[in-house]
């Protein structure tokens, strides 16, 4: 499949989307996607970000797979 199928069938599938919350996080993913995209991560800020996982980690500041699915079902 092209990109240019794969887009169209992307845009069929969204304008049957009814669910506001839907669009505005498909909006929102966009949205941080592009900010991505268009200024990437130096390595200094990437490391920093893995020094502040890891230390939430230690310190049981996470939210689990489970606890996510649960909130959002």
């Known amino acids: 499949m092209t990109i240019k199928e794969r887009k169209n069938e992307f845009i069929q599938k969204f304008l ?37 996982s890891e230390e939430d980690f230690k310190n049981n500041n996470f939210t689990t797979q489970a606890e996510l699915l649960k909130k959002y079902q």
């Open 16 to 52: 049957k989307i009814q669910n506001e919350d839907i669009i505005l996080r498909i909006e929102r993913f966009m949205e941080m996607e592009k900010r991505a995209v268009d200024s990437p991560m130096s390595k200094k800020e990437l490391n920093s970000r893995i020094d502040k």
